[in-house]
């Protein structure tokens, strides 16, 4: 059975997300068997590295088997119970080891299984809690220009990507974008900083104006990813955190993508020593195996649904909300952070990286190349309107699954890549490159 005839196969039958389908009747799907560390195989062998983690979730390798064992150890257990009148142990440690991880400020833990879905959740939590607090007018939503939140309605809402929202337009609830703090956008001369503090100015006359009537700002924190992993100085967050306290906004950090040591810090909003009223995460919180996601809010936002009324609950539910498996694959996850004292791990593993990727940084069809924690981005100069779909097919020859967002590469590897897998990515890298 080669992978030709799987992948006709699943043409006919599989939508495939984020995808032409009609452009693999030329280029075939690669049928994925196994996994090991940081390289997939495919039925015919053939390795590739997976540099973007499987879209930003994967941490710690592909069959990773401490994680393996936690899962197959819950389920000689029980495999999933709802959680609408019951518990059980995993999602109760899970949430006590989280909120414990931010100083027990956030304690309140409300599951789903994916990004968008903790998006919406916490934009429907902010929104009935201005409700509950008989303040309703407060029902309007800002987010950052080229934010991307999920794809969802209300998600899609508060996003800021033309590819993804357009076509969806009028099924949306209006919202407005303020001025991005990415420093691509910073006028010559200017630094990051200075940039980033013009944004926030820029925020704080819209709020000056508008906080009568918004509910919450959400924001993805230090990195902006699907619009080509823009990155920006913390201490725009640091401001924001202060600008919503002053006008009564909540403050929402998205970091979905970014947390779990993704920026160098547990959670990237530490390195502006701030705790925002409604932390969404998800992605790396299996690390990658499960899907799970989940918001994590205040006692005060809490306290505001918790009443003799049922209306004043907070309605709103997932099937497989703090599903047991998923919570046993996020405790293996915390446990190896811990054991493994990973975040100094990366540091040292990102220096390495960094200083491998000269090359690619003084090439002379590259600009800006940049890096937080353990992602690097960079944008080619090109031509070629199919460079995306050109430069991974491209890189899959030299052993390496990497999936630009329009020209912008990027790497956002396992935390277990070894040196002498990050020379093959880099040296691999340089290559395609040079054939664009």
């Known amino acids: 059975m080669g992978n030709k005839y799987l992948s006709e196969r699943s043409l006919k039958s599989v939508w495939h997300p984020c995808t032409q389908m009609k452009q693999h009747e030329l280029q075939p799907l690669i049928t994925i068997v196994r996994g090991k560390g940081v390289w997939l195989y495919d039925l015919d062998d053939r390795r590739y590295l997976d540099a973007i983690g499987s879209w930003w979730v994967n941490l710690f390798g592909h069959a990773n088997p401490r994680i393996n064992a936690a899962i197959r150890d819950q389920l000689d257990r029980f495999e999933h119970v709802m959680l609408a009148g019951f518990t059980h142990e995993p999602v109760v440690e899970l949430s006590e080891r989280l909120s414990k991880l931010l100083s027990n400020r956030l304690g309140h833990c409300s599951y789903s299984s994916d990004g968008a879905s903790a998006v919406e959740t916490a934009l429907k939590m ?28 209300g998600a899609l809402s508060v996003t800021d990507v033309p590819l993804f929202k357009d076509i969806y337009a009028p099924l949306l609830r209006s919202g407005a974008h303020v001025l991005t703090p990415d420093w691509r956008y910073a006028s010559e001369g200017e630094s990051d900083r200075d940039y980033a503090l013009r944004a926030a100015n820029a925020l704080e006359g ?54 779990f040591g993704r920026t160098g810090t547990m959670f990237a909003c530490e390195q502006a020593d701030m705790i925002p009223d409604f932390l969404c995460l998800g992605k790396g919180l299996t690390a990658g195996y499960l899907p799970l996601s989940v918001v994590m809010t205040t006692d005060a936002v809490f306290s505001a649904f918790y009443d003799d009324e049922a209306a004043r609950a907070f309605l709103h539910s997932h099937t497989h909300a703090g599903n047991a498996l998923a919570c046993r694959a996020a405790l293996a996850t915390l446990d190896i952070f811990e054991q493994d004292n990973i975040l100094v791990a990366n540091r040292i593993k990102a220096s390495y990286i960094s200083e491998a990727a000269h090359p690619i940084a003084s090439h002379p069809k590259v600009r800006d190349f940049r890096n937080c924690g353990m992602i690097w981005a960079f944008e080619v100069e090109t031509s070629d309107p199919a460079f995306s779909g050109n430069f991974f097919q491209a890189a899959l020859k030299q052993e390496l699954s990497l999936r630009p967002l329009g020209n912008t ?12 897998e990050i020379d093959l990515l880099i040296s691999g890298t340089l290559r395609v490159v040079d054939s664009c």
Not at 233 to 240: E, N, S, T, V
């Open 409 to 420: 590469v990027y790497f956002m590897p396992p935390y277990t890549i070894d040196e002498q």
């Open 126 to 153: 902010s929104f009935q809690y201005w409700h509950n607090s008989g303040r309703p007018e407060k029902n309007r939503f800002i987010s950052l220009q080229h934010d991307y939140h999920g794809e969802t309605l």
């Open 206 to 259: 819209y709020l000056q104006e508008n906080h009568s009537v918004t509910a919450a700002f959400i924001v993805e924190p230090l990195i902006q990813g699907a619009a080509g992993m823009g990155m920006y100085h913390a201490d725009y967050l640091k401001r924001a955190r202060e600008l919503c306290d002053k006008y009564q906004v909540h403050l929402i950090a998205d970091e979905i993508a970014v947390g």
